[in-house]
């Protein structure tokens, strides 16, 4: 019932863009806070980039800021990921993930989607 999806990886060249959804289904989505993480081989998993239930605030990882811009369509349950400039440390697995913002027990990930950076 509940999903979460995100889509939208692939390869890509230094200096190149790519969006990122994440598509939800089965739960309130405005109430839910959303998160970008991502994780590379051998490297621990971080956050990449968030956004509050009504879009009203966003955070950027120090790495990524400047370069990505998230943003949500709670119309259609749908968070996007914006990412231009990509360099190759920018390459992982990148999971989208759902909180709940007064009960925030109620945790979602998605599956990952891969983005690679590469010449």
């Known amino acids: 019932e509940v999903q979460l999806q995100a889509s939208g990886g692939g390869l890509v060249q230094p200096g190149g863009s790519l969006t990122l959804s994440c598509a939800a289904s089965?739960?309130?989505?405005?109430?839910?806070?959303i998160g970008w993480f991502r994780q590379a081989p051998g490297k621990e998993r971080e956050g990449v980039s968030c956004?509050?239930?009504?879009?009203?605030?966003?955070y950027y990882a120090d790495s990524v800021k400047g370069r990505f811009t998230i943003s949500r369509d709670n119309a259609n349950n749908t968070v996007y990921l914006r990412m231009n400039v990509l360099k190759p440390e920018d390459t992982a697995v990148y999971y989208c993930?759902?909180?709940?913002?007064?009960?925030?027990?109620?945790?979602?990930w998605g599956q990952g989607t891969q983005v690679t950076v590469s010449s």
């Open positions: 993930r759902a909180r709940n913002t007064y009960y925030q027990e109620y945790d979602y």
């Open positions: 089965g739960f309130r989505f405005d109430d839910y806070a």
């Open positions: 956004i509050s239930s009504k879009g009203y605030s966003t």
